[in-house]
């Protein structure tokens, strides 16, 4: 297993740009399958008029391919924001702790890490964000659906604020032998109602 383990600093520039967001009710796309340009225009128009957040410049003669369903902006703060109708996360490659190339005798060496690090990621979220509406992880009996169904399969610790609009979700992945999972980490992102 390998590990990458970096300052937060990416991840506490990303969630103060999340915390000012007051309302993502407007954000919010239809619950459908389609996609395409006029989709990601429309995604592009609801984040412009409701963030101060830059979308991505189209380079001289790219084109919307006919399934994309998102787009990526550019935060004030420099921070890469990537949305869709229903999500929205950013993306911090050099920011927290993470494991990579885990094997099967590994996942113990990773859940202890994940375990470790949980704190500093739940500090800096609250300290962002405020008191968490929900924290809890898998050691507790019912985990997976104690928040809402599904919410904390497949995860080993989560936290959620609540916001107009939306449910902010601090989680780490939960180390699994079948299927093997390969990567670990601390990650967060919006879930736009």
């Known amino acids: 297993m390998k590990t990458q383990d ?3 600093d990416e991840d506490s520039l990303a969630m103060a740009d999340l915390a000012e967001i007051t309302d993502w009710t407007p954000i919010a796309g239809p619950d459908d399958d389609e996609s ?4 990601v225009r429309a995604l592009v128009h609801r984040v412009m008029a409701s963030t ?3 979308p991505w410049p189209l380079e ?3 084109t919307i391919d006919d ?3 998102s787009w990526g ?3 004030g703060r420099g921070i890469t924001m990537v949305v869709f109708a229903g999500l929205a996360f950013s993306d911090c490659p050099d920011s927290g702790w993470s494991a990579y190339d885990i094997g099967p005798d590994d996942l113990k060496a990773a859940e202890a890490g994940l375990d470790e690090r949980w704190p500093d990621h739940l500090a800096l979220a609250t300290q962002h964000w405020g008191v968490p509406d929900y924290v809890n992880d898998d050691s507790a009996d019912g985990f997976d659906d104690e928040w809402e169904p599904g919410a904390g399969a497949g995860r080993r610790h989560l936290a959620v604020w609540v916001r107009p609009g939306a449910q902010y979700r601090l989680y780490s992945t939960r180390p699994s ?6 990567a670990v980490g601390v990650n967060y992102a919006v879930y736009i109602d």
């Open 177 to 182: 032998s079948d299927p093997l999972t390969t």
């Open 36 to 39: 395409g340009e006029a989709v």
């Open 52 to 54: 101060p957040w830059k």
């Open 60 to 62: 001289p003669g790219e």
């Open 6 to 8: 970096r300052s937060l």
């Open 67 to 69: 399934e994309m369903v």
């Open 73 to 75: 902006f550019t935060t």
